[in-house]
C-alpha cells in the first residue's frame, strides 16, 4: 500500500465543515432542543422538576431556621423554609383544582404567597410544625384567589361566605353519597348556618356571569342592558321634562290674567295648592253654596284646557306631565 492511501485511510473522519468554492465555509446546521422536541414544553412539569431539588428539611431544622428569621430576620433563612416546602404548596393546589378546573399554576403561585407569609408567622417556640402551620395560610391564599376570580362579581365577600364556598358542594355530594337530600334545611344543620346562606351560595355557585355588552342574538348589534328597563328617568327625559312644565308654567301665568278675582282665587286656593282649601271656606267668603264652587271649579278647567289647546296645538302630548306649583 503506498504512503499516499495510508494517509487518506488515517485521515478518514466526518467533516466539520463543507468546503464550498461559492459560499465558502458551511457550517452543520444545527438544531434547538425545543425545535425536536417531540413533546411539547409543559411548564408545570419544568416547575415540578425544579423545585424537586430541594430537599426537605428536619423538624429541628425547621426550628433553627424559624428561630433566625424570628429573631434576626434572616432571608437566607426564609428562602431555605420557603424552598423546602414547595411541594407542599402543590400538594394543597392540587386538592383545589377539582374546584377551579383551570390552569394549576394560578393556585400553586397564589400558594407561595401564602407559604411566604406563613414563614413571617412563624413562632418556632410553640411546639407546632411548620408545614401545619403553613398549610393554613396556604389553603387561605388558594381559596381566597378562586374566589375572587370565580366570577367577575365576587361570590364570597366574608370569611363565613368563603368557608361555605369551599364545604357546601363537599357536604352535598357526602349527604348524596349516604342516600340522603342535600336540601337547605339539612346542610344548614350540617354547616352551621342559616337555610338563606345556603340557599343563596348555592345560587351563587350554579349561576353565570352575562356581560350587559355582549349581544342578544349571534345576529344583532342590540346588547342586553338596552332591554333592562331602569327605575332612573333618563337625562334626555329630564331634560325635556323641565322645558313643558316651563312652557306650562308660562302660559299658566298668561291664563290668569284671563280671570275674574273670585276665579283666581279658586283656581290657586283650590286647583293650583298643594293643600287645597274646603268648597265650604271658599263658599263661606264668597257668601255662595258648595255647589256653587264646584261649578266655577269646574268652568276655570274646561277653559283652562282650552286656553292651552288654542296656544299650544300638541297640548295633548303633554297631558301626563306633572306640574309643580
Given at each position: 500500500?503506498?504512503?499516499?492511501s495510508k ?27 425545543a ?8 411548564p ?24 433566625r ?13 420557603v ?17 377551579w378546573?383551570q390552569?394549576l ?9 401564602g ?8 413562632d ?8 401545619y402551620y ?38 352535598k ?10 336540601n337547605p ?6 354547616l ?7 340557599v343563596?351560595?348555592?345560587q351563587?355557585l ?9 349581544p ?9 342592558i338596552e332591554?333592562?328597563s ?17 312652557l306650562?308654567?308660562n302660559?299658566?301665568?298668561e ?5 275674574t278675582e ?18 265650604q271656606?271658599i263658599?263661606?267668603?264668597y ?11 269646574k268652568?276655570?278647567?274646561k277653559?283652562l ?7 299650544m ?13
Amino acid at each position: 500500500m503506498s504512503k499516499t492511501s495510508k494517509q487518506q485511510k488515517g485521515n478518514k473522519k466526518q467533516p466539520d465543515k463543507i468546503k464550498n468554492k461559492n459560499s465558502g465555509d458551511i457550517k452543520k446546521p444545527e438544531h434547538s432542543s425545543a425545535d425536536t422536541a417531540l413533546v411539547k414544553f409543559d411548564p408545570l412539569q419544568r416547575y415540578l422538576a425544579e423545585i424537586s431539588k430541594y430537599k426537605l428539611l428536619t423538624r429541628e431544622q425547621e426550628i433553627e431556621l424559624g428561630k433566625r428569621v424570628l429573631e434576626e430576620g434572616d432571608t437566607e433563612a426564609a428562602y431555605v423554609l420557603v424552598t423546602a416546602n414547595l411541594r407542599l404548596v402543590v400538594k394543597i393546589a392540587l386538592e383545589f383544582q377539582r374546584v377551579w378546573m383551570q390552569n394549576l399554576l394560578d393556585l400553586i403561585q397564589e400558594g407561595n404567597i401564602g407559604l411566604m407569609q406563613a414563614v413571617k408567622k412563624f413562632d418556632p417556640y410553640k411546639n407546632v410544625k411548620f408545614s401545619y402551620y403553613a398549610s393554613f395560610w396556604i389553603k387561605a391564599y388558594i381559596l381566597k384567589f378562586i374566589m375572587d376570580n370565580w366570577r367577575l362579581v365576587k361570590i364570597g365577600t366574608t370569611q363565613g361566605q368563603r368557608k361555605l364556598f369551599f364545604k357546601l358542594k363537599k357536604e352535598k355530594q357526602k349527604l348524596v353519597d349516604q342516600g340522603f337530600d342535600p336540601n337547605p334545611k339539612l346542610l344548614s344543620e350540617r354547616l352551621g348556618v342559616s337555610e338563606r346562606e345556603i340557599v343563596d351560595m348555592d345560587q351563587r355557585l350554579d349561576g353565570w356571569d352575562l356581560s350587559l355588552d355582549a349581544p342578544l342574538k349571534d345576529d344583532s348589534d342590540a346588547g342586553r342592558i338596552e332591554f333592562l328597563s331602569s327605575e332612573i328617568e333618563s337625562t334626555e327625559n329630564q331634560v325635556a321634562k323641565k322645558e313643558i312644565e316651563t312652557l306650562l308654567h308660562n302660559k299658566i301665568d298668561e291664563f290668569k290674567k284671563t280671570m275674574t278675582e273670585r276665579e283666581l282665587e279658586i283656581f290657586e286656593q283650590r286647583i293650583f295648592a298643594d293643600s287645597p282649601a274646603t268648597l265650604q271656606d271658599i263658599g263661606d267668603r264668597y257668601g255662595i253654596s258648595r255647589e256653587r264652587v264646584r261649578q266655577v271649579e269646574k268652568n276655570i278647567i274646561k277653559k283652562l284646557r282650552a286656553f292651552f289647546k288654542q296656544e299650544m296645538p300638541d297640548f295633548d302630548s303633554y297631558d301626563s306631565v306633572e306640574v309643580s306649583s
